[in-house]
């Protein structure tokens, strides 16, 4: 056993992995756990300890991106060794290694999301953490019976390679629905992507090739986009939002400083903060980045969900210079599990951009993309559109209802015109909303915490709700359970203790 | 009109598309044509020289990679200027600029490739140029009946977003088929991907971070993979191979010099070769890559078409260091149209593999990964590659034979013991594959060259040719129109006159 006990301070306000990483740091440093020593897995760590494994996985993401512990493929986390030496001529040593030099964020936010998620799916917790719509409302017999259709029409065709860039047919209807919103755009303009991240990731492909990229993010973003960016190392620049979405009279110095090789935005109904950027907003940003040539990514995910009014123009609708990139996709308002999201970009590009679709999956199902398409010809769209709406509505006023009435007086929030979020600030100077996760999941309610949305580390006191999965009696529940594990947090943090050093004790 | 007369010698030995290139290179260098000029989009000159735009497209791609024109967003291509200065300070100039660093082998190949699937593709053309597998064979009523058993068992659940690891019964499923080739593997240790391509691209991800990774292929090799390489901007380097497959031992040393982050290989069936590696050669390859710590990625996309003898025993089942990834998939054997595949990897990657798939489109189609689990539960599958492999075996000795029978003597190929090519060898002093390509189109047959398979640029005289998207009689008739095309251009090329200057008249 590797500690006998070690003794973790529950009430503190140091986190617990943080203590599990100060406790192995300081062994590491004094010699005590020698280089190439093989840390215990996480789990079994974590049971020895009695603590979550998300715990444990932090302390050695602390550690990994300190460069005091290393990751090896099919083998443990292990010590580094102080100085690292091999002649040149050297083979490199075995097992192989994976390189030490992965983002420290990449295990921060996006393992840290992936255990969240993990909890938050256990039975009996009324989650508001992912980013899933309701289910209720998936047409699932419609698409059979598409899906029918086209199989007894096209056969074998429909489920053999076709062209990268799509079925035509379904091109051809996704433009007719952006040419009703004022976006002058062809068929062949339309590259089908698998889900809109991948519409986002190969536009990243194509613009941000290399490592030194930098792309320009609001903050807070979408998470999978800061995910996306960690994983292929580009550097993710944030802007400060207001009530208005990204400060763009910060961006010129940020493009002068940074030459950043996009900009990524959502206008519309903003994930994580439900943001909506006003028309004047955007045609200052569309003025800014045609004046420094900077293409914009826009994100229009969420775009159909509005419950207020009709949305604004798109940047995308009000583009002259020809440098908008538009992802949007079916995910968050018809289906998820067919996987369908769509690239518009500048025609030019068209055939890189396919080029590039080809290396990453080839093509994307036209099983799918024909079952789609023949979902959107049968008409149903507009109606299962105007229900979700509906619905997504009622639940939205339904949780703002529930927050004013269970949450402490401290906590602070907008009203989204759309989208499926509410974002909740926590006062700066309390408890953290990690440390709400973490008392709430007690409470059998989950959400998102603020600061995976963060390029820069920000957002320690904010929580993402969402508002649109769960039917409105639920919502009451959560949100009540939400309210009393925050006061229990609040109450409980009033009454901490100085910190004392860790009681640690070690075989 | 950019060109008055470019009178092209089309019985020149010098291909078409170097010879329009030839000619924009010194107008550009003369600076007849200025810094900035844009030069016509290649539909229109190639309409105007009256060649196929893959000709135009290719000299805008050979100028491009000299570094004398850049192609640009939303614009075109233009002519580069000698000296850029730009003060440090100064804005980036607009339109937006897509870099000029695009590696050449992207428009060479990945480019070239489409233009003649293209081509391929038009009626009346006998293609053996894809690597389709048969429609005829596809189950398209097994699967019919698979999704809607899936939407009736599990509704809206199957059509909804889920682990992105995979639907854990498949991953189940696919695990069971693989014990049963002696690789010791849990469901856990799967992820499933869009495809095989999808496999190899995740792969990459996490193993060949840097730009400046190397990576070891087999020359010639799968060509999604060298697009793939391409577009991160990976290095390949190829390793010769022999009749057994990729050349060991050349391999210590290339090792040695390039420190590669990968081996990737197909023992079974190679594409585009045909080629199996024997026994002993897999043990030497896992022996060496174990010694030096290099991971190895196994494709092994056509090991369940064989038509001979059962396949060897795959490197992951021989691999006792934990070094080998093995991607698959069922888009050749079975059906290409839902897009699924599978990576099977050392388990301590697992989770690291699992996020950045998530990065890159969340998750493969639950909805398509269901139904295929309750095609493989239905015991179907078993049955239907018996039928693949007899028809496939019925078609490789149709060409065979018909290769035999109208091929010139020249021709020189390999019976392969599997998967769905042959790859027939030019001499090396004739035309080109290329030259044969162009040709052959004109007799309504087409293929793939050589020369798109090649990391290094080799194998100009040699031909793919996929032998099971056809029936035999088709077989016959296009191996005849091809075996003719060959010998009109044989005689061609032996009244070649000596080159003579290009005659160039200019508006």
């Known amino acids: 056993m590797f500690f006998s006990r070690l003794e973790l301070d529950r009430d503190k306000s140091r986190a617990l992995y943080l203590q599990v990483a100060d406790h192995l740091r300081q062994r590491i440093e004094s010699g005590d756990l020698a280089s190439e020593t093989r840390l215990p897995a996480s789990r079994v760590l974590a049971k020895q300890l009695g603590v979550n494994r998300v715990t444990v996985v932090n302390a050695y993401a602390e550690l ?29 040593p075995i097992p192989v290694r994976l390189g030490s030099s992965q983002p420290r964020r990449h295990w921060d936010a996006g393992h840290m999301m992936t255990e969240m998620m993990r ?135 940020i493009i002068l400083r940074h030459r950043p090789s996009l900009i990524y935005v959502t206008p519309n109904f903003h994930n ?26 826009e994100d229009t995910t969420y775009d159909e969900l509005y419950y207020d009014h009709q949305p604004l123009p798109t940047l995308k609708s009000l583009d002259t210079a020809g440098i908008v990139f538009q992802a949007g996709g079916f995910s968050k308002t018809l289906v ?12 030019q590009l068209q055939e890189r951009l396919v080029a590039t679709k080809q290396t990453t999956d080839i093509l994307t199902s036209p099983l799918n993309q024909r079952a789609l398409h023949a979902y959107l010809e049968s008409g149903h769209f507009p109606i299962h559109l105007k229900t979700v709406r509906d619905a997504y509505r009622t639940r939205r006023d339904a949780m703002l209802a529930a927050m004013q009435q269970h949450f402490p007086l401290e906590a602070c929030w907008r009203c989204p015109a759309g989208g499926i979020y509410l974002w909740v600030e926590m006062p700066q100077h309390g408890p953290t909303a990690t440390e709400l996760y973490l008392t709430a999941i007690n409470y059998n309610v989950a959400f998102s915490i603020g600061s995976v949305f963060s390029a820069g580390g920000y957002f320690a006191h904010a929580l993402r709700l969402n508002f649109a999965g769960c039917p409105p009696d639920e919502i009451e529940e959560g949100i009540r359970r939400l309210g009393k594990a925050w006061k229990e947090l609040l109450a409980r943090s009033n009454t901490l203790v100085e910190p004392r050093p860790a009681s640690v004790h070690i075989l």
Chains 1, 2 share one sequence.
């Open 336 to 347: 998820p599990g067919i996987r369908i999201g769509y690239l518009v970009a500048p025609s």
């Open 64 to 92: 990994e991106a300190e460069g005091l512990v290393t990751t090896r493929v099919g083998s443990g986390t292990y010590v580094t060794g102080p100085h690292q030496s091999h002649a040149p001529d050297e083979p490199p």
């Open 119 to 253: 909890l938050a799916r256990q039975p009996g917790v009324i989650s508001f953490a992912a980013g899933t719509p309701a289910s209720e409302f998936i047409p699932v017999n419609e698409f059979r019976r598409a899906i029918n259709d086209v199989l007894r029409r096209d056969g074998a065709e429909a489920l053999q390679y076709e062209e990268a860039a799509g079925y035509f047919p379904l091109r051809d209807s996704i433009a007719e629905l952006l040419q009703a919103q004022a976006i002058e755009v062809k068929a062949s303009d339309i590259l089908i992507t698998a889900g809109c991240q991948q519409a986002v990731d190969i536009t990243l492909r194509v613009l941000a090739r290399s490592e030194h990229s930098a792309l320009v993010v609001e903050e807070p973003c979408y998470l999978g986009l800061l995910d996306l960016l960690s994983s292929r190392r580009i550097t993710p620049v944030g802007v400060p939002m207001d009530e208005q979405g990204l400060r763009v009279d910060q961006l010129e110095q």
């Open 272 to 297: 994580p903060t439900g943001i909506t950027m006003p028309l004047g907003r955007r045609q200052a940003l569309l003025e800014i980045a045609a004046r420094y040539g900077v293409p914009i990514l």
